[in-house]
């Protein structure tokens, strides 16, 4: 190979430029995280090789822990980049259980390099366009937060990092200048600035503030899974399910941050120590719970616990009717905003007590749909459409279980196993029926934003119904997530930043907020 020349990787109608990172499509640039670029490049120089996921967490994430979930993720991201179908793979196969291959054929070509590259040389994805065929690619932005919808657990390095991921991915990459020395001193010192901002900002945001008084004001809870009285006689569903109902019903309230359950749902083990687990979530008190049902009849436990000292605050047990679940709900939250020394507005109140249905047997569906759904696999998704559709049968007014469908057939279409002309018009639909029965369902509105943004492109629409959801539930990162990302497509760089910090501040653990 000459000096004048370099080498790309060809395979179907895409080039990757491994030298200056870009993946490209005839002559535009399409958009990839670092991390799918990553992938992408380590499947496509192991072109028919199955590369395992141990060997892929190693490279990709060789000093951060992470669970195969951001395996899975870059992989959808990667698809969505490439129109590429789980099911039906071009480009990436999946081997269950074991990892991915690339399968499509891999063609190295020899070009000469350019002396420099002309404004108008490569041209980044238009977002002006109006949607095409390749919804995949245009969707590929928002694929970056899905995973907060998801649960996927990484412990970031640096926290100061909040945001610069999301807005690197709509940035137009400008031509490379001559690298002379005084170039890269300039380089350097902007990057040692940088660095020393990050580091001052990453410690000031999380120092602990020292208790003085023994009646501390508490103004963050998390909920965590509640467990079973007898442990071979577990049901998972109605474990996660009575922290998800609790968690629903605290987050309306706008003066106490609470951890969202893809926050908490890690915490399962029988011998979790509630206090421990408060404080990797970095919150101020913990409610624990345990959970039975013995036909008709069941059995609730809770406990509040303040995690600075570990003293007890509230603890009750429940001994009731089935039937009479949604009643020991209500007294739970009203005991833990006692507890808290919280004064509601009528509105706050009216949101703590609402009930989505009075019918137990479609709320046990729901519980089963959203136990599928936290899943966060392709195959999980499908089930829960199964139970949300059954919830529906029985009550058609089940606004929850509507919202839950049109979740559900975003990440379907998200993740490549439906196409998006069929997922997203169907999540519209189902979504628009939720807030026809109930407009101030925040899980409904972001469902709904993310459709219109995503498949059909009104922002403004979008924008709307962003602000709404994050209004009615201030505590849902998911909202504040995926419209910080609505923001930096729109080049409101600043305003993307806030929303991203807010997004983290509720789910600091979570790597999509981070």
Known sequence: MSENSRQYIEFGEFRLDTIERRLMRGEKIISLTPKAFEMLRLLVENEGHLLGKDRLMEELWADTFVDENNLADNVSKIRNALGDSRKEPKFIETVSGHGYRFIAKVVVVEAEKPQALSTGSVQPEDESDPPTSQTGVQNSFFQASVTDYVSHRQIPAEKAAVGRSTLKSTQKQPAPPAKTGWHRSRILAAAGAFILIGIVVFYVWNRDPVPTADNLTLRSIAVLPFKPITANERDESLELGMSDTLITRLSSIGQITVRPMSAVRRYTDLEQDAVAAGRELQVESVLEGNIQRAGERIRISARLV????????????????FTDIFA????????????????????????????????????????QGRYFWNKVTPEGFEKSLVFYRQAIAIDPNYALAYAGLADSYNLLGSYGVLPL???????RAAAEKALEIDGELAEAHTSLATVIADYYWDWAEAEKHFKQAIALNPNYPVARNWYSQHLARMGRFEEAIEEAKRAQTLDPLSPSAN
Do not use: M
């Open 328 to 367: 020991v709900q209500d007294s739970i939250s009203q005991k833990i905003v006692v507890a808290l020394a919280l004064h509601l507005s009528g509105e706050e109140q009216n949101q703590l007590t609402k009930k989505y249905t009075a019918d137990t047997e479609a709320y046990q569906l729901y519980l």
């Open 421 to 427: 002309k069929e997922s997203h018009p169907k999540a």
């Open 306 to 321: 303040r995690v600075i000292d570990e003293k007890t605050l509230w603890t009750e047990t429940f001994d009731e009717k």
